[in-house]
């Protein structure tokens, strides 16, 4: 079973330059979840998706962060402008629906300068 | 806002000593899971445990949970170098729920 899959792996923006990832999930994974996780910390959910609907997007700052999952498969998140405090590493992670237990992907690093 | 809570954060030990880890949390919980981590790659799915279990086994894994004190202990045995990594407890409302993560335990085995 191929894993989640997450582009780039690695991303050097200047602060208020605008940058997107990419993750692609298990097949058949109907939930897809973003996760910021900065240096020392654990992750923080994002947003959550069933299919191509939005389930929980509280923790995401709306006026700079967006997120879409078009067919319910593949998954884009966009920072507008981004910050220096953006600076972490996005991770992807999905599930069968009622399965409780994630695959996550290996993570795109941002770093912001 | 992050739930869990992981005691201690950091960790060094020799290959061979067994590790603990501690985790507490702060509302009721469906599921704990603990994940690891290795430097510069994604979480790695290790145990799941339920709310109406205590304890449970995986291999050289032992998790133990306490509802009452709201904790739980991840326990290494016999730890390896390939274990150094950082451990994630994480709770959860039940299957579709979000999970909430702590700020985790840096595990340094040392040969």
């Known amino acids: 079973e191929a894993g989640v899959a997450q582009s780039p792996r690695y991303k050097i923006i200047e602060k208020r330059q605008s940058v997107a990832f990419w993750c692609n999930p298990i097949?058949?994974?109907?939930?897809l979840y973003w996760y910021q996780q900065i240096l020392g910390q654990g992750p923080k959910l994002l947003i959550q998706?069933?299919?191509?609907?939005?389930?929980?997007d509280s923790q995401l700052p709306k006026d700079r962060f967006s997120a879409e999952r078009l067919k319910g498969v593949d998954s884009t998140l966009k920072i507008q402008p981004a910050k220096l405090e953006d600076s972490a590493v996005y991770l992807c992670?999905?599930?069968?629906?009622?399965?409780?237990?994630?695959?996550f992907g290996s993570g795109t690093r941002l770093t912001v300068v | 806002s992050q739930q869990g809570e992981e005691d201690p954060q950091a960790l060094s030990i020799q290959e061979g000593e067994n590790a603990t880890m501690n985790c507490s949390y702060k509302?009721?919980?469906?599921?704990l899971q603990w994940y690891r981590q290795n430097s510069g790659r994604g979480l790695v799915h290790l145990i799941l445990?339920?709310?109406?279990?205590r304890e449970k086994h995986s291999g050289r894994l032992r998790v133990t949970l306490d509802t009452s004190k709201k904790s739980s202990s991840l326990l290494i045995t016999a730890s390896r170098a390939a274990d150094t990594a950082s451990y994630f407890c994480a709770t959860d409302g039940g299957s579709g729920y979000a999970l909430n993560f702590g700020k985790g335990t840096s595990l340094l085995v040392t040969p």
């Open positions: 097949s058949g994974h109907a939930t």
């Open positions: 992670a999905s599930s069968y629906t009622g399965v409780v237990g994630y695959t």
């Open positions: 998706f069933q299919n191509n609907g939005v389930v929980d």
């Open positions: 509302t009721s919980i469906n599921n």
């Open positions: 445990i339920r709310s109406n279990e």
